[in-house]
């Protein structure tokens, strides 16, 4: 079956709306101060060395500042993380204001603290596309926060424009 272009753009939307994904929030600072956005496209790429990529809009002016930046710290959210990957996704939000707890590494990038399980990275190519850009990062140092006795309930995933977590407890606990 031929499908023409608006209708395969269609259906690309409708299967990954369908299509959950883990969240992720990326911070760096080019130099005119700490910037902050939410990916849903962060996938592994290779253990040795650990490499990893994500997407950003060429609509979002914080993706045109942090491809300015050499590198960036990927903090991998849980379902308790969901309020800052919420601000991290609002348009002209303040991602660093004097209610968000955050510090700077030694290195310099912008680290938020509540988040266990982060990846400082360095920027190793993009790849410019149509209406996004294609960033692979190194990673650099981090910690891995412990995982809970269930880690899926704890998990962030995106799916159909809406936050869940990965495994609803049911009314028994279960």
Do not use: K
């Not at 849980?78 to 991602?95: I, K, N, P």
């Not at 590494?105 to 990275?121: D, H, K, N, V």
């Not at 891995?144 to 998990?155: F, K, L, N, Y």
């Not at 990965?166 to 009314?171: G, V, W």
């Amino acid at each position: 079956m031929n499908i023409d272009s608006q209708s395969l753009s269609d259906a690309f939307r409708q299967a990954f709306r369908c299509h959950p994904a883990g969240v992720a929030i990326v911070t760096a600072d080019p130099g005119e101060g700490p910037v902050a956005l939410t990916v849903s496209s962060l996938i592994s790429v290779s253990a040795e060395p650990p490499l990893v990529a994500f997407s950003l809009s060429q609509r979002s002016s914080t993706a045109t500042a942090l491809l300015r930046a050499e590198t960036v710290v990927i903090h991998l959210a849980r379902f308790a993380d969901l309020e800052l990957a919420q601000l991290a996704a609002t348009s002209g939000a303040d991602r660093f204001g004097p209610d968000v707890q955050w510090q700077r590494l030694p290195t310099g990038e912008p680290r938020y603290t509540e988040i266990g399980t982060w990846f400082r990275a360095r920027l190793r190519g993009t790849l410019p596309l149509e209406d996004a850009t294609l960033v692979a990062a190194e990673l650099l140092e981090g910690e891995v926060a412990e995982p809970g006795d269930t880690p899926e309930r704890d998990s962030l995933v995106y799916l159909d424009r809406r936050w869940h977590r990965l495994r609803d407890d049911d009314e028994n606990g279960n």
